[in-house]
C-alpha cells in the first residue's frame, strides 16, 4: 500500500484560514491527478477538488469554489489544499486521494469510492 501523509488540519473561527498539505512520497507523483474530498458526521463523503498532473487544470465543488485552491509540488510529491473564509459548514474529515488506475486527468469529483488510493485524514473544525 502506497503510503499518504497528510497534515494541516486543525481548528479555526469562522472567516479563518488553513492549509492542508498531502504528501506520497513513493508514488510515481507526476503520472496522476490528485484530489481532495471531505465527509461531514453522517453525511457522505464529497469530492472537492481536483488537479491534474501537471496542474494546469482544477476543478472545484460549487460548495468551495472561490474559497478553496488546490496546488501541487511535483518535486516534492506533494499537493495542497489553500482554505480560505472557512464557514461552519465546512467542517468535517478531509482527505487526499488520487485513483487507482493512473490518469493525469480529472475525470469527476466523486468516482466510485474504491477508485481511490486514500490518506487517512485530517480534521479541519471551524468554531463559530
Known amino acids: 500500500q502506497v503510503e499518504v501523509v497528510e497534515s494541516g488540519g486543525g481548528v479555526v473561527q469562522v472567516g479563518g484560514s488553513l492549509r492542508l498539505s498531502c504528501t506520497i512520497p513513493?508514488?510515481?507523483?507526476?503520472?496522476?491527478?490528485m484530489s481532495w474530498h471531505r465527509q461531514a458526521p453522517g453525511q457522505e463523503r464529497e469530492g472537492i477538488s481536483c488537479i491534474t498532473w501537471n496542474g494546469d487544470k482544477t476543478v472545484y465543488a460549487d460548495s468551495v469554489k472561490g474559497r478553496f485552491t488546490i496546488t501541487r509540488d511535483n518535486a516534492k510529491k506533494t499537493h495542497y489544499l489553500q482554505m480560505n473564509n472557512l464557514n461552519t459548514e465546512d467542517t468535517a474529515m478531509y482527505f487526499c486521494a488520487f485513483e487507482r488506475v493512473g490518469s493525469g486527468e480529472c475525470r469527476g469529483l466523486n468516482r466510485p469510492r474504491e477508485s481511490y488510493v486514500w490518506g487517512q485524514g485530517t480534521q479541519v473544525t471551524v468554531a463559530s
Open positions: 513513493r508514488l510515481n507523483f507526476q503520472r496522476y491527478a
